[in-house]
DNA sequence: CGCGATATGTTTCTCGAACGAACAGAGGAT
DNA sequence: ATCCTCTGTTCGTTCGAGAAACATATCGCG
C-alpha cells in the first residue's frame, strides 16, 4: 500500500532490520491477518504465524494493550485441548472515507475488520470544487462527530478521487470530470478536518477492496475493470503488491489500444477501450440515458433489442482482456460498473471470447468475475488507504 | 561460526519474523548490496544499510567466514578520519549458465558482482532437442571443470529458455521455436551437472539483468523489449520486481494489439506488435536476410532506402509503448534486440511518436534507452537467477 | 464419574541480534 | 606536534523470540 508520510518514528530510510523492525513486522503480521481474514482464535494465529505460541500470546497481549483487538472466550469448537480464546480486531478504530464524484460526495466511517459503520451519500447541485467538497464533507463528519466521540477512534481520511492522483505530495493531477487539475487536496481537507488525510485514485482503492474484501479474496494476480459514467478505470494487483508506476498513474486500462479504426478519445489517442465499451452508448439503445448502474442490469433483462450493442462491446472487452492476460497472466479478472452488468449480460460470450483470444491462459485459463462490493466499493477501499498505515505499525501510530 | 545441524533451517512457511531472520534478512542485504552496486567501504554500508557500524562489522566478518566477500586495505579517499576497509563480494562465487537457442547452445560462468568470467558458444546444426542441449551445456561444462575446480565455488545452475516456462517445476510449457513442449528441462539438466539447476524465461533474465547491471540501474519501474528473430518478448519491472503473474507467463507484450486490421499471429490473435514490427520485414528492405544483431546497424546505415519501413516500425512501436506507459507508468522503457537498432536509427521519431501518444506520461515523460548489455545479457540475467537464491540467504547454502 | 489423551495458555529461562558507550587507530587540518 | 574527525573494536545492555515445564480446559472412553 502506499506510503503514508508518517512523521513520526523516521525508520531512518535503511534497509536493515534491527530487532524492533522484528516486534513491528510481527505486530503488523498478526494485526492484518485480523483486519483482513476476520476474527482468528490464537491457536490459529499461531500456525498461520509460524511463531511460537509464547510469541503470539505476547503479540496479541500487547495489540489488547493498544486497544486494536480484543479477546472473548472460546466459542465451542468440540475439539479435543484446551479451547483458544478468539482475537477480533477491534471494529471501533475507524477511517473517515470521502469520495467526490460529479452528481455527489460520500462520506463513510470503516472500521477494523472491514465493517462499514456508516455511509452517508449527499447529492450536489453541480460538479463540486475542491472547496466545496471540503465543506460538504466536513459538514458530514460534523454531523456524525458525536457518535465518533461515543465509541471511534478515528485514525485518519481517506479519499478516493476519480483521477490521476499523486499519492506522494496528495495533489490530483487530472480529474477530468470533476474538473480538477493540479489542486492539492490533503492540506484543504487535512485543516477542515484536523486529521492526518491520504488520496488516491478510485479505480487502484477499488482494486484494493475487491481483492481484500469481494471478489479477490486471496487471489494474489488480478485485473479490476470498473466501467462507470466516466469511462474505464482499473488496477492491478501483482504478486500480491497494487501496480504504482513510477509516478503513481499506472493502470490506465481504459486507454489501451482496442480498435485502431476507431473514434479519437478525450486523451488523445484513437481507439481507446473506453471509447469503445461505453455506458453511454449502451444507455443509448437501452433507451435510458440517465439509468443509474443499479437499475442496469433490469434494464438489460427488459430490453432484448440491446443484444447486438452488448454482444458488440462483449466482444471489444474481450479484446482488452486478452492483451491484460498477455501482460499480466493473472489469476481473476474482476468486472465492476457497467462492465459487470454487462458481463452479467452474457457471460458465456465474453468466456468464449477471451478463451479464443489466450494463448498464455491455455493451462489454467483465467477466471472472469462480477465484483462484489458494490456501493461499499470505494469506501472500503479508502478506508484500507487509512488502515494501511496502522497495520504496517501497530504501535508506532499513537494518539 | 556456529555448525549447527545446517539440515535446511525449516522456515516453516510462516509470515512471522524471528531473530534468526533478522540476521538472514541483513546478511541478505549488505551482500546484495555488494552484488548490485559492488564493492563498498564498510563505513558506506554502515550508512546505506542504516545499522549500527559494529552490527556490520559482524555481518562483513560473517561474510567474510562464509567466504562469500572479503576486505581489501582501505584506498586513499583524501578524507578526514579513520580509513574504511573496502568490502569485495567475492567474484569467484559463482553461477553456471546455459542458453538453448535455435542455432547454438551457449555456457557461461557469472561470479558474484556480476562478473563473466567465460562465455562459450556452440553452434547446432539444427535446433536442439532438450537432450541434445543437455549433452552440449554438459560438454562444454566438463570441458571447464578443471578451471572451476581450481579457484571457483559454483553455486548453481541458471538456464534461460525462449518461451513460455513454469521455473516453480522447472518446465517448459512452450517454446515455439525450439519446438519443446511440456518439456521438463531441470531434472535432465540437473541429472546430467550434478548440480541444482533452475530456468526462467530468457526474456524475464534480460529485464533481470538490464535492471541491476544494464540501462535500467536504479530504476524500479521499467519494461524491457526485446525483438530478435524469434519475435518480442518482454519484462517488466513493477516496484523493484519483476512482474510475474499467476502461471509465471506474464509480459508476453509482443502479443498486445497494436492493429486491429492486422494480419493473423502464429499465437492465434490477430494484430499483434510482433507482426508488425518485425525483424524479418526490417531485413526484407535491406536485402539481407540472414544479418546477425551485431551487423544491423551498420546496415541500417549502409541502405537509407530502409527508412520507409523502419519510420513505420517505429511508429507501430510507439503505440505499444503508448499502452505500456498507460498500464505501467514506468519510469524508463528499455529497448534491446533489434528493437534497439531500429530505435538508434531513429530516435527523434520514436520519442514524438511516443509523446503524442502518452497522456499520463505529461508530467515526466518516459525515458526511452537502448539496452546496454548486448550478448552479455543471457548470462548475466541467468546467474542472477541462481545468485538470487545466494543472496536471500547468505548463510543457509551450506556445501 | 474419573482418567488419560490432546491441545493450548502461562511462566520462566536462555539465546541471539542489534545497539550504545567507551576506547583505540589512522588520517587530515592547523 | 597537536587536535579534530571518522571509523574500527570491544564489551555490556536491551529486547524479541524460542523452548521447556507446568497449568488448564475439553474430548473420549470405560
Known sequence: MTDLPRTRRTLSAGVGNSNDQTRRHNLSTILTMLHHDGAQTRARLTRLAGLNRSTIGALVAELVDLDLAYETEPAESGLVGRPSP???PNERIAAITINPDVDAITVGVVGLGGVLHRSIRSPTD???????SVDVASGLVRGLQAELDAGFRVVGVGIAVPGLVNSRDGVVTLAPHLGWRDADVVTPFAAALGRPVTVANDATLATVAE????AGRGVHDLV???GSASGIGGGVLAGGSMLRGAQGYSAELGHTLVNSAGIRCHCGKTGCLETEVNLGRLQAVLGHSGAGLDELDAL?????DARQEIDRQLDVLALAIGNFVSIFDPESIILGGFLGSLYEANPARLRASV???SFTGQAQPVRLERA?????????GAAELVLAGLLDDPAGTAF
Open 86 to 88: 478468539v482475537v477480533h
Open 224 to 226: 479490476y475493470l470498473n
Open 211 to 214: 481483492s481484500l474484501f469481494g
Open 300 to 304: 438489460i433483462a427488459a430490453v432484448p
Open 126 to 132: 453541480a460538479v463540486p470544487t475542491v472547496q466545496q
Open 372 to 380: 462484489q462490493l458494490r456501493s461499499r466499493l470505494l469506501t472500503i
Open 355 to 357: 478463451d479464443a483470444l
